[in-house]
Nanobody
């Protein structure tokens, strides 16, 4: 019903920047909250940042002041601007959207993940 496609991951040196994008498509009536998660090898998936439909944001402490989450509601697209990257930011980053679909239900959908690797 809904597909999320992430892009923008890659390899960057410590101190560098990357911008992740997540585009949602399919049977979308409205996208509610959107969020980025990440999972490093051997660790649990953790919330990185989230944004409501009204634009309210929250961040995990380790990325505050370095990462910025944003969205374009008309395009059902979300971004994560990551600055001052550190090796500990290395992980697979996943986007997730809470979507009210045309069929009348509300569900969480996930992207396939994009690898971010920060070298020291």
């Amino acid at each position: 019903q809904v597909q999320l496609v992430e892009s923008g991951g890659g390899l960057v040196q410590a101190g560098g920047s990357l911008r992740l994008s997540c585009a949602a498509s399919g049977s979308i009536f409205v996208v509610n909250a959107m969020a980025w998660y990440r999972q490093a090898p051997g660790k649990q998936r953790e919330l990185v940042a989230a944004i409501t439909s009204g634009g309210t944001t929250n961040y995990t402490d380790s990325v505050k002041g370095r990462f910025t989450i944003s969205r374009r509601n008309g395009a059902n697209t979300m971004y994560l601007q990551m600055n001052s990257l550190k090796p500990e930011d290395t992980a697979v980053y996943y986007c997730t959207d809470n979507v009210f679909v045309l069929q009348g239900t509300v569900d969480d959908y996930w992207g396939q993940g994009t690898q971010v690797t920060v070298s020291s």
